[in-house]
């Protein structure tokens, strides 16, 4: 019985992140950890959760004791190196991308080959101290975005997420998170629709694309079910 309750508040946890919903995330995923603290699904999505949140350094914590537990790989190089990245670590993160790259599963063919281009990018960027400083600012222009959302200044929060992007490129967060605001706060689901798709393609990732579908229900609806949207491959 243990086992399926352990088993529910992972999946609830998971679907919480896939929906945006971050704290119910960690608050079902936390409820799974004090019944398996050494879970490898437990402790990986925990802190890509807090990295979700902005806790960069407890992020960081769980990926840690993950790596410790259960060796190095792809996905832990790859999390650890967006930590790195995130705290202004270019040398760290440079390091971490670089193993990444070296994986299996980043090669042609590879279950995660569609990030590379990502991680390659992020990898040029920790090379130039110069590149790497405009990142710094993006992360900066980022936090503030987080305080202006949590302070509840929902349109100030997009301004500061889109110039976040607009400092890095390869900040798919900040237009994640300003789409977020522009379809649940601010009823502008076709804006949102626009930056959900920049987000999903620089990360490629299952929240983006499922942001961005919803974001495409929601537009349809508001226009009464007559917009139709084409995904735009990238270029």
């Given at each position: 019985?243990?086992?399926?309750?352990?088993?529910?508040?992972?999946?609830?946890?998971?679907?919480?992140?896939?929906?945006?919903?971050?704290?119910?995330?960690?608050?079902?995923?936390?409820?799974?950890?004090?019944?398996?603290?050494?879970s490898l699904?437990?402790?990986?999505?925990?802190?890509l959760v807090?990295?979700?949140l902005g806790?960069?350094?407890?992020?960081?914590?769980?990926?840690?004791?993950?790596?410790?537990?259960?060796?190095?790989?792809?996905?832990?190089?790859?999390?650890?190196?967006?930590?790195?990245?995130?705290?202004?670590?270019?040398?760290?993160?440079?390091?971490?991308?670089?193993?990444?790259?070296?994986?299996?599963?980043?090669?042609?063919?590879?279950?995660?080959?569609?990030?590379?281009?990502?991680?390659?990018?992020?990898?040029?960027?920790?090379?130039?101290?110069?590149?790497?400083?405009?990142?710094?600012?993006?992360?900066?222009?980022?936090?503030?975005?987080?305080?202006?959302?949590?302070?509840?200044?929902?349109?100030?929060?997009?301004?500061?997420?889109?110039?976040?992007?607009?400092?890095?490129?390869?900040?798919?967060?900040?237009?994640?998170?300003?789409?977020?605001?522009?379809?649940?706060?601010?009823?502008?689901?076709?804006?949102?629709?626009?930056?959900?798709?920049?987000?999903?393609?620089?990360?490629?990732?299952?929240?983006?694309?499922?942001?961005?579908?919803?974001?495409?229900?929601?537009?349809?609806?508001?226009?009464?079910?007559?917009?139709?949207?084409?995904?735009?491959?990238?270029?």
């Open positions: 019985m243990g086992e399926f309750f352990f088993t529910l508040q992972v999946r609830f946890g998971l679907n919480a992140y896939m929906r945006g919903d971050f704290a119910k995330a960690e608050a079902w995923l936390e409820k799974a950890r004090r019944k398996e603290p050494d699904v437990v402790l990986r999505n925990l802190g807090r990295m979700a806790d960069v350094e407890g992020a960081e914590n769980y990926l840690l004791r993950e790596e410790k537990l259960y060796g190095k790989s792809f996905h832990r190089h790859a999390s650890l190196a967006d930590v790195a990245y995130a705290r202004g670590k270019r040398i760290q993160a440079a390091k971490r991308y670089a193993l990444a790259l070296k994986e299996p599963e980043s090669l042609p063919g590879g279950s995660a080959h569609a990030l590379r281009p990502l991680m390659e990018k992020r990898l040029q960027l920790c090379s130039d101290e110069k590149a790497f400083e405009a990142a710094r600012l993006s992360m900066e222009a980022f936090e503030r975005g987080q305080k202006l959302k949590a302070e509840g200044r929902h349109q100030e929060a997009v301004e500061s997420y889109l110039e976040s992007a607009e400092q890095d490129g390869t900040n798919w967060p900040a237009l994640n998170n300003a789409a977020a605001l522009l379809l649940e706060s601010l009823g502008k689901p076709d804006e949102a629709a626009i930056l959900f798709q920049k987000a999903f393609e620089i990360s490629r990732n299952a929240q983006a694309a499922r942001n961005l579908e919803l974001a495409r229900r929601k537009a349809a609806e508001k226009s009464g079910g007559k917009k139709s949207w084409k995904f735009r491959k990238t270029r």
